[in-house]
């Protein structure tokens, strides 16, 4: 199939309820909602909910380590809420700003070329609204914390701002996507302290050395395609070596949860979240070699179960100390 013009739409644009590639299957965007509202849904990545639930993880297992320090039975429930929200809202406002930026780039690949924007669903200018108002929501989230949190939430934009530009000049876009998306991990525990320590700092390196590693995953999907298009990706850089450059960072995401873990005053219950955390990802690792594009998508979506299980491990940690100090 010839490539299209970069910024022209397709010559037979799909039609708003066309699935994209890497979209749930029969997802209720692609079926029942209604056909003038799925470019938005779309374009805020409804349909592909790993996204906000990758962005979502940090903030939890930040949120279940602060319980842990502070002798709290579990994470805040409030906060849990307040943080999915913003996940989901803000996860779609930086796609859109994402897809705005990368149009062009969009067409060239087979992958994104079916997206709002570059198969003319959408204009520019409506996408830039939506946008708009979707980190309009996302404030009114961020001010219902403290305003240590509030600030910590503004200044996580600057990285947002400029990642859909690494992309066109680094060989690692995938570490700048990792500050952005591992943000959470800072704010999950400034939300209860209002201030960062040891433990906030520890877990917001492991979300970004697992962003890394599971990005790359999903990066091997576009390889021949980013070629062609001059897009740099960590899984070209990487190359031949991309499945022991993902164990590497993998393994330094599970060390860096252990020392967040132990700093914060974990028990048993919390390194066991990290131990199947540690095996989800050792599982992972052992199926990339020769994976296809479809396999390396399902791997890199199963993350957010490994995601949970270390989640769970802090928050049941902190249950546990709780019942025993009865």
């Known amino acids: 199939m010839p490539i299209p013009t970069p910024g022209a739409p397709l010559p037979h644009p799909p039609g708003s309820d066309a699935p994209l590639p890497d979209a749930l299957t029969g997802h209720w965007v692609d079926t029942r909602a209604p056909r003038r509202l799925r470019p938005y849904l779309k374009l805020a990545r409804i349909e592909r909910p790993i996204g906000w639930q990758l962005l979502l993880l940090p903030c939890w297992w930040a949120a279940g380590l602060a319980a842990i320090a502070d002798g709290q039975p579990f994470p805040d429930p409030w906060h849990c809420l307040l943080f999915l929200i913003g996940a989901v809202v803000m996860r779609g406002a930086g796609c859109t700003f994402n897809d705005i930026i ?32 979707l980190s309009l929501v996302g404030f009114v989230v961020l001010l219902q914390f403290n305003a240590f949190t509030i600030a910590a939430g503004i200044a996580s934009l600057a990285i947002v701002a400029v990642y859909p530009f690494m992309k066109r000049i680094t060989q690692m876009p995938q570490f700048v996507l990792g500050l952005a998306f591992s943000w959470g991990g800072l704010l999950g525990w400034s939300a209860v302290f209002g201030s ?32 062609i298009a001059g897009i740099k990706s960590s899984a070209r850089y990487f190359g031949e070596h991309g499945r022991e450059a993902i164990a590497a960072c993998f393994a330094l995401a599970v060390v860096l949860a ?66 025993t100090s009865i």
């Open 196 to 227: 960062l320590s040891a433990p906030a700092y520890l877990i917001y390196a492991a979300a970004i050395v697992w962003t890394v590693g599971y990005d790359t995953i999903y990066a091997m999907q576009d390889i021949e395609d980013d070629v």
């Open 258 to 323: 252990g020392l967040a873990a132990w700093s914060a005053g974990g028990g048993p219950v919390a390194f066991a979240g990290v131990a199947a955390f540690a095996g989800h990802l050792g599982w992972q690792v052992s199926k990339l070699k020769g994976a296809s594009a479809q396999v390396a998508l399902s791997l890199f979506r199963s993350n957010w179960h490994a995601g949970l299980l270390l989640a769970a491990g802090f928050a049941l940690d902190a249950l546990a100390r709780s019942l």
């Open 102 to 133: 990368d149009r062009k780039l969009d067409a060239q690949v087979a992958r994104t070329r079916g997206r709002p924007l570059p198969s003319g669903q959408i204009t520019t200018k409506a996408a830039a609204v939506f946008m708009v108002a």
